[in-house]
């Protein structure tokens, strides 16, 4: 905004320049009364529609921007440049409320790095990548809906993969979809849950099993099978058939050094 005014010259007559001179006091008192509606002396207020902070225009210390008490931004506040660090530190006991929003994290990650830290929520918690515990660089969940015969789970990729949820997906298959677990890191150990699709039953193939042979049949839902990786296959460890259902059998697959079907039926309480 600037302030327009008429410049007086030293050989003016000051008496025919009374006109001149009230003039340019009323346009002053114009602009100050434009910029105390934005900064008020009285109320100690500031109210912009905008604040650009640049460090790199004079020389600052190292706090450029500080709010003593508090603030409300009407508007999005965008901190940073998109590629550069940036960080916002928030201190004191109040945290962080977000009352009628989301928080999203477009690339980046929740960090809560105080071994006090809590993440509590009294809402629905859904996650649609992976789901990792402490101390592990990968997830430990991998859900397999099966869509067709030949899908291979590859477990090595994260390779700490602990958990496979398998469901037969297709509403086409007369005959329980089946799938093969690829190759595991030695002393990997793998639990396989099955959820009862629309088609019901699924399978795996023992193809990098050692001491069964064929498939290993999923009939309920909730059975669930433990293997562990070791030499080069993986060992059947636990079969745990789905409780309190009425279909038998549960869980069935061939033992190769026998040959015999070994079935795994629920407990009928």
Same mark, same amino acid.
């Given at each position: 905004?600037? &302030?327009? &005014? $008429?410049?007086? *010259?030293?050989?003016?007559?000051? %008496? ?21 509606? *934005?900064?008020?002396?009285?109320? =100690? ?7 650009? /902070?640049?460090?790199?225009? #004079?020389?600052?210390?190292?706090? &450029? ?5 508090? %603030? ?12 550069? %660090?940036?960080?916002?530190? /928030? ?24 071994? %006090? #830290?809590?993440? =509590? $929520? ?30 291979t789970i590859d477990v090595t990729t994260p390779e700490h993969n ?7 997906? =297709? ?30 039953? #699924? ?26 990786? +070791?030499?080069?296959?993986?060992? *059947?460890? +636990? ?10 059998? #549960? &869980? +069935?697959? $061939?033992?190769? =050094?026998?040959?015999s079907t070994y079935v795994f039926a629920p407990t009928i309480l």
């Amino acid at each position: 905004m600037a &302030i327009s &005014i $008429t410049q007086l *010259l030293g050989t003016d007559n000051v %008496a025919l320049s009374r006109l001149t001179i009230n003039a340019n006091f009323n346009a002053l008192k114009a602009g100050y009364d434009a910029m105390a509606t *934005l900064l008020n002396p009285d109320l =100690s207020s500031l109210n912009v529609k905008s604040i650009q /902070v640049d460090n790199t225009a #004079s020389s600052l210390s190292a706090t &450029i921007f500080s709010v003593s008490k508090g %603030a409300s931004i009407l508007g999005n506040l965008t901190v940073g440049t998109t590629g550069q %660090a940036t960080t916002v530190t /928030v201190n004191g006991t109040g945290g962080v409320n977000i009352s009628n929003a989301s928080l999203i994290l477009t690339n980046g990650n929740l960090a809560l790095s105080n071994a %006090a #830290s809590l993440f =509590s $929520t009294a809402g629905n918690l859904s996650v649609s990548g992976g789901l990792r515990l402490p101390g592990l660089t990968t997830s430990q969940s991998n859900a397999v809906t099966l869509a067709a015969s030949g899908t291979t789970i590859d477990v090595t990729t994260p390779e700490h993969n602990k958990y496979v949820f398998l469901s037969n997906g =297709s509403t086409a298959a007369a005959t329980p979809l089946s799938c093969a677990i690829g190759t595991g890191a030695a002393g990997q150990v793998l639990e396989i849950f099955h959820v009862l699709g629309p088609s019901g039953p #699924s399978s795996i193939t023992t193809t990098n099993f050692s001491g069964i042979t064929g498939d290993i049949i999923f009939h309920a839902n909730g059975d669930k099978i433990k293997c562990i990786f +070791e030499g080069g296959s993986w060992h *059947l460890v +636990e079969a745990i058939p789905a409780q309190y259902v009425s279909s038998i059998p #549960s &869980i +069935e697959f $061939t033992r190769t =050094s026998t040959g015999s079907t070994y079935v795994f039926a629920p407990t009928i309480l």
